[in-house]
């Protein structure tokens, strides 16, 4: 086995996935990982709601990165889960011991060495542990530049937390070097893939889930009187499509740089016009994110008909994307 | 976005780490950089965080005053709400709404009890009180 490798990334399971694939010797950059797996997405769903606020996506549900990457390219990856937190520990040093490295799903609330203000409830926060020292877990965690250590009891805090997509312990690794990739079918499968899931025939997800959106920010005053709770809602939005790991502008930007290799990968020019595309789209999204916050701080009345022509501008810009990514 | 637009404005909420933003560099291609933060985020988070220090705040007063138990000023400070402590307990929200009393919650049986302080990270002491300085805002 060779020596590990810690890597800084953007997100956190596309960041997992590509370091551990780097580690057993294959080279698959995150934006690849990203891209391979179809995780690029879009839904808004207002009956679901986390402390509150709906649910808007960027991207595919937790674990379906794993998961799609797993299919794409047929890696021998385990998961385990646990009906008890000692099980799950012994389990966890067994495969350390055994040389191997381990993603594990976590609650960022109780790892102690994330900032405070970045200490939320949320239960889907992927990390690796390459070693254990003492009592304490060697991790490289992909979101920090360098690698962390985390004691054993909070560590374990973090796998059982419970809740909203509460991990169970959940542990995955490699079994064995994974295949060379064939990039010319993998790509423009993970890319239909794509194209089917943002422009599907239904509303809400995808791009029409841009324009439902949209359509809501155009209703807020009426719909939401109090304008605290139309600045949290718009901040919300914000911080999804920002805070939350993407790279920027809603993992657009991420989409974009898979784009761009899967273009020198393969020797397409169309790929590259769509990279080139996705960037501009991206570049739509951080304006409007700009303008909401702008709005937000000045606490003047809302320019509601200007938001949301923003966000119609972004999916209609992205549509076109779509549009070119099905002649692939 | 080009590499030399991505934004450095030294987030306070990221607590000096930095994140990776993609964009590209003059060649057109795209890199990985590192940012201490963008101002417009700063603003999202921090009005996130401080929605929930408000709420722990107002119930470290209700407290105070005797109209609501520490269960409620807890699960506030521990960036929980109803729902989200409903899930985590296994209770139903309206069992959590009448822990919160002040009658109720003194006579708390000692495995719902245990369940609360599980979920929470608290021991029994500090479950039974609130802190003696009221939280910052």
């Known amino acids: ?12 399971e596309t960041g997992v996935m590509s370091t551990m694939l780097k580690h057993h010797g294959l080279d698959v950059s995150e934006a ?13 769903f207002p009956f679901i709601k ?19 990457l797993k299919k794409r390219l047929g890696l021998n990856v385990s998961f385990e889960k646990f009906t008890s937190p000692q099980k799950g520990m012994v389990a966890l040093d067994k495969q350390l011991n055994a040389g191997n490295i381990v993603g594990l799903q976590t609650s960022v609330f109780w790892l102690p060495y994330f900032p405070d203000d970045m200490r939320f409830h949320f239960n889907a926060h992927n990390l690796i542990v390459y070693a254990k020292k003492g009592d304490n877990y060697l991790i490289s965690d992909p979101v920090f530049e360098e690698t962390v250590i985390c004691p054993a009891k909070d560590l374990q805090k973090a796998r059982f937390a419970k809740g909203a997509l509460a991990p169970k312990g959940m542990m995955y690794y ?6 060379n990739i064939h990039y010319n079918k993998a790509i423009p499968s993970a890319i239909k893939a794509s194209v089917r899931s943002l422009t599907p025939p239904v509303p809400i997800v995808g791009i029409k889930g841009i324009h439902f959106l949209a359509n809501k920010l155009k209703r807020l005053a009426k719909a939401m009187p109090d304008e605290k709770q139309q600045r949290l809602f718009l901040g919300h939005i914000v911080r999804m499509q920002e805070e939350i790991g993407t790279g920027g502008a809603g993992f657009r930007y991420i989409y974009a740089s898979f784009l761009q290799e899967a273009a020198t990968l393969t020797n397409n020019k169309l790929l590259e016009k769509a990279s080139d595309m996705m960037t501009d789209v991206g570049d739509e999204w951080r304006n409007f994110a700009l303008h909401t916050v702008k709005m937000c701080k000045n606490r003047s009345p809302f320019d509601e008909q200007k938001l949301a022509d923003l966000l119609h501008t972004c ?8 549009q070119l990514l099905k002649k692939i | 976005m080009k590499k030399d637009d991505v934004p450095q404005d030294n987030n306070r909420t990221y607590g000096g780490h930095k994140k990776v933003i993609y964009a590209v560099n003059d060649a057109g291609e795209y890199e990985k950089i590192r940012s201490t933060g963008w101002e417009a985020e700063e603003f999202v988070t921090l009005l996130a965080v401080n929605e929930l220090n408000e709420q722990a705040l107002a119930a470290y007063h209700r407290v105070n005053r005797g109209e609501s138990s520490p269960l409620e000023y807890h699960m506030y400070a521990k960036r929980l709400d109803i729902l989200g402590l409903s899930q985590a307990t296994g209770f139903f929200q309206w069992q959590i709404k009448r822990h919160i009393k002040p009658a109720v919650f003194l006579r708390l049986s000692g495995k719902a009890r245990h369940r609360y302080l599980d979920v929470l990270g608290l021991t029994v002491a500090e479950f039974q009180s609130i802190p003696e300085q009221a939280p910052a805002k």
Do not use: D
Not at chain 1, 53 to 59: K, M
Not at chain 1, 174 to 179: G, M, Q, V
Not at chain 1, 315 to 322: H, I, R, S, T
């Open chain 1, 1 to 12: 086995m060779t020596e590990f490798q810690h890597q800084h990334t953007a997100h956190c």
């Open chain 1, 32 to 44: 690849m990982v990203f891209g391979l797996s179809s995780g690029i997405a879009f839904a808004y």
């Open chain 1, 50 to 68: 986390l402390n509150g606020l709906p649910l808007i996506a960027y991207r595919m549900p937790p674990r379906a990165i794993i998961k799609g």
């Open chain 1, 174 to 179: 490699l079994n064995e070097k994974p295949e």
């Open chain 1, 315 to 322: 999916a209609a810009e992205e549509l076109k994307v779509w």
